[in-house]
């Protein structure tokens, strides 16, 4: 299998979810950016703007990019870009990248840019948390929040109502069962019962079961 058939189980799905369930997300992965986020105020995916500001030197590329624009509840005017980025597979110019965008980003909009990481990659031990290089005295540095799906452990995800436990499971359960499709049906049975049992409505549990139908592919 190659890099970018092994991604495009993955992309896709996330993409969406995130964008249907941003609020939940960040609350999952980086409750404390959740908690300066005024909710009252609209939230905007900048998905075709971000997409002209990578665009060169990245055609083909396959990634699960996300640009929002939030406003903070600091009792002020005040908005800033989140830029997210799920990445599931190892990478080493990966720091630089994320780097590079935020610098971009912020060369285009002139306002506060946090970005953020999930590794969703199968090494425990790749995980890269900042950019930085320094010469003849000047130093340059960009740190980002990263989570790792790996640190989750299945008794949190099952204790969890958050649609994203149910996201991270299937998502690793993707992984474990990469060559075994009688597994990954019997895993993908398994969480799709498993909405029913957390007591989420049906719009949930509709469009839950499609992402999971979508990330976790049979033959």
């Given at each position: 299998?190659?890099?970018?058939?092994?991604?495009?189980?993955?992309?896709?799905?996330?993409?969406?979810?995130?964008?249907?369930?941003?609020?939940?997300?960040?609350?999952?992965?980086?409750?404390?950016?959740?908690?300066?986020?005024?909710?009252?105020?609209?939230?905007e995916f900048l998905d075709k703007e971000f997409q002209?500001?990578?665009?060169?030197?990245?055609?083909?590329?396959?990634?699960?990019?996300?640009?929002?624009?939030?406003?903070?509840?600091?009792?002020?005017?005040?908005?800033?870009?989140?830029?997210?980025?799920?990445?599931?597979?190892?990478e080493t110019q990966f720091a630089k990248r994320m780097?590079?965008?935020?610098?971009?980003?912020?060369?285009?909009?002139?306002?506060?840019?946090?970005?953020?990481?999930?590794?969703?990659?199968?090494?425990?031990?790749?995980?890269?948390?900042?950019?930085?290089?320094?010469?003849?005295?000047?130093?340059?540095?960009?740190?980002?929040?990263?989570?790792?799906?790996?640190?989750?452990?299945?008794?949190?995800?099952?204790?969890?109502?958050?649609?994203?436990?149910?996201?991270?499971t299937a998502h690793r359960k993707t992984q474990t069962?990469?060559?075994?499709?009688?597994?990954?049906?019997?895993?993908?049975?398994?969480?799709?019962?498993?909405?029913?049992?957390?007591?989420?409505?049906?719009?949930?549990?509709?469009?839950?079961?499609?992402?999971?139908?979508?990330?976790?592919?049979?033959?």
């Amino acid at each position: 299998m190659t890099e970018n058939e092994t991604r495009a189980e993955y992309d896709s799905p996330w993409k969406e979810a995130i964008t249907f369930y941003f609020q939940p997300f960040l609350a999952f992965f980086f409750p404390h950016v959740h908690d300066a986020i005024d909710w009252t105020k609209n939230y905007e995916f900048l998905d075709k703007e971000f997409q002209q500001i990578v665009r060169q030197g990245e055609t083909g590329r396959k990634t699960t990019d996300k640009l929002v624009k939030v406003w903070l509840k600091n009792g002020q005017e005040t908005w800033l870009l989140i830029h997210i980025e799920v990445q599931s597979q190892r990478e080493t110019q990966f720091a630089k990248r994320m780097y590079i965008y935020n610098c971009r980003i912020f060369d285009r909009y002139d306002r506060p840019v946090l970005s953020l990481a999930v590794l969703a990659d199968e090494d425990p031990n790749w995980r890269p948390r900042e950019y930085r290089y320094e010469i003849l005295g000047g130093r340059t540095v960009l740190e980002f929040p990263t989570v790792k799906l790996l640190d989750y452990t299945p008794e949190t995800l099952a204790e969890s109502n958050n649609p994203f436990a149910i996201i991270v499971t299937a998502h690793r359960k993707t992984q474990t069962s990469r060559n075994d499709p009688n597994r990954r049906y019997r895993e993908k049975l398994r969480i799709a019962k498993s909405l029913y049992q957390r007591g989420y409505d049906r719009r949930d549990i509709v469009e839950l079961f499609r992402l999971i139908d979508w990330m976790m592919t049979l033959p």
